[in-house]
């Protein structure tokens, strides 16, 4: 039987799949609108999100909600998760299995809000849908694959480090509006019939990649 929206989230609380619950005070599911037409795609929680339980609601928060605010988004009209729901510890990167263990939630959120418009924040949300890409190429940019639309932003705690990242993401947001708006002439269309066949030789690659390393032929 299908989850509802808030049966997810409380499941999703519960979760120790991995090594990031045990150093964590509690699983960060997500926080916004259930119906969102708009799903934003962070990190991993940080030290003021693992306290509230809340996502993006420390100093790099502060700042998504002034990047929402300057194209006219209320962040109560969003849905906003990330690619790990507890903390890495000391705020580390996290690891590849601690992002795969984390992706039943991610692919949970999406198929259950069924966004219209993924808003990927920094390389980790990026390389979910586009591992080949680099964020410091394609920021700014949004695509249209799989008849959705992805907008690629670098992580907003740039900002805190360098302000002069603050223009680059300000700038970068305005994509989303003209989105919003019914202009997509900035959207460049990766869903071509091309493209699909390259995806999915690709998959079948990578599965056969797979299936050979689990016969321990590191080929
Ligand atoms: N950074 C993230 O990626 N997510 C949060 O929730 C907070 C900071």
Same mark, same amino acid.
């Given at each position: 039987?299908?989850?509802?929206?808030?049966?997810?989230?409380?499941?999703?609380?519960? #979760?120790? %799949?991995?090594?990031?619950?045990?150093?964590?005070?509690?699983?960060?599911?997500?926080? &916004?609108?259930?119906?969102?037409?708009?799903?934003?795609?962070?990190?991993?929680?940080?030290?003021?999100?693992?306290?509230?339980?809340?996502?993006?609601? &420390?100093?790099?928060?502060?700042?998504?909600?002034?990047?929402?605010?300057?194209?006219?988004?209320?962040?109560?009209?969003?849905?906003?998760?990330?690619?790990?729901?507890?903390?890495?510890?000391?705020?580390?990167?996290?690891?590849? $299995?601690?992002?795969?263990? #984390?992706?039943?939630?991610?692919?949970?959120?999406? %198929?259950?809000?069924?966004? %219209?418009?993924?808003?990927?924040? @920094?390389?980790?949300?990026?390389?979910?849908?586009?591992?080949?890409?680099?964020?410091?190429?394609?920021? @700014?940019?949004? +695509?249209?694959?799989?008849?959705?639309?992805?907008?690629?932003? +670098?992580?907003?705690?740039?900002?805190? +480090?360098? @302000?002069?990242?603050?223009?680059?993401?300000?700038?970068?947001?305005?994509?989303?509006?003209?989105?919003?708006?019914? $202009?997509?002439?900035?959207?460049?269309?990766?869903?071509?019939?091309?493209?699909?066949?390259?995806?999915?030789? *690709? %998959?079948?690659?990578? *599965?056969?990649?797979?299936?050979?390393?689990?016969? &321990?032929?590191?080929?």
């Amino acid at each position: 039987m299908e989850l509802t929206f808030d049966q997810l989230i409380e499941k999703c609380k519960k #979760c120790s %799949k991995c090594r990031l619950r045990s150093t964590a005070t509690q699983v960060v599911p997500g926080d &916004g609108n259930p119906k969102a037409d708009i799903m934003f795609i962070g990190e991993g929680p940080g030290k003021n999100e693992d306290i509230e339980g809340v996502p993006f609601c &420390g100093a790099a928060g502060k700042f998504l909600d002034e990047l929402l605010a300057s194209i006219d988004v209320k962040r109560e009209d969003v849905f906003i998760t990330n690619m790990v729901r507890c903390r890495p510890p000391g705020n580390r990167d996290p690891e590849d $299995d601690e992002i795969q263990a #984390c992706r039943e939630w991610t692919n949970a959120f999406i %198929k259950i809000i069924t966004p %219209k418009v993924f808003v990927l924040l @920094g390389r980790f949300a990026m390389a979910k849908f586009f591992p080949k890409l680099k964020i410091s190429q394609v920021h @700014g940019n949004a +695509y249209r694959k799989w008849n959705r639309l992805f907008v690629i932003m +670098y992580h907003p705690a740039v900002a805190l +480090y360098n @302000g002069s990242f603050r223009d680059t993401l300000t700038n970068d947001m305005t994509i989303l509006r003209e989105i919003l708006d019914g $202009d997509e002439s900035r959207v460049e269309n990766l869903d071509d019939e091309k493209n699909e066949i390259k995806d999915m030789l *690709e %998959k079948k690659r990578e *599965e056969k990649k797979g299936e050979k390393s689990q016969l &321990g032929l590191n080929l």
